[in-house]
Nanobody
Framework: QVLLAESGGGLVQAGDSMRLSCAASTRTNYAMAWFRQAPGKDREFVAAVTQRGGATTYADSVKARYTISRDDAKNTVDLQMTSLKPQDTAVYYC?????????????????WGQGTQATVSS
């Protein structure tokens, strides 16, 4: 199995940027994704990247502001977040799936990190 660990969360002001990183315990050819869960809300899809990083997809709420990327040599998947808004405040989770194509359904993901808190103030 693959162990995932997120890092890079913290407190920033609206308009700032933040980079989250997900480190895997071993090199994987799984597709990877980021999800987030805000207080009182369900977990929602944020972004996903294919096994070799050739394709990505984003939730409409973060499109053009977030960028997901992977570095298989380092066993990491990053989420570059820009123009942050208070509504981006959430616990961010990385996840992995063996699906060949991109999927936004959290039920398709097998391995999950424990999450990292990102807080955006007004």
């Amino acid at each position: 199995q693959v162990l995932l660990a997120e890092s890079g969360g913290g407190l920033v002001q609206a308009g700032d940027s933040m980079r989250l990183s997900c480190a895997a315990s071993t090199r994987t050819n799984y597709a990877m994704a980021w999800f987030r869960q805000a207080p009182g809300k369900d977990r929602e899809f944020v972004a996903a990247v294919t096994q070799r990083g050739g394709a990505t997809t984003y939730a409409d709420s973060v499109k053009a502001r977030y960028t997901i990327s992977r570095d298989d040599a380092k066993n990491t998947v990053d989420l570059q977040m820009t123009s942050l808004k208070p509504q981006d405040t959430a616990v961010y989770y990385c996840a992995a799936t063996w699906f060949v194509g991109l999927t936004t359904d959290q039920n398709d993901y097998v391995y999950w990190g424990q999450g990292t808190q990102a807080t955006v103030s007004s």
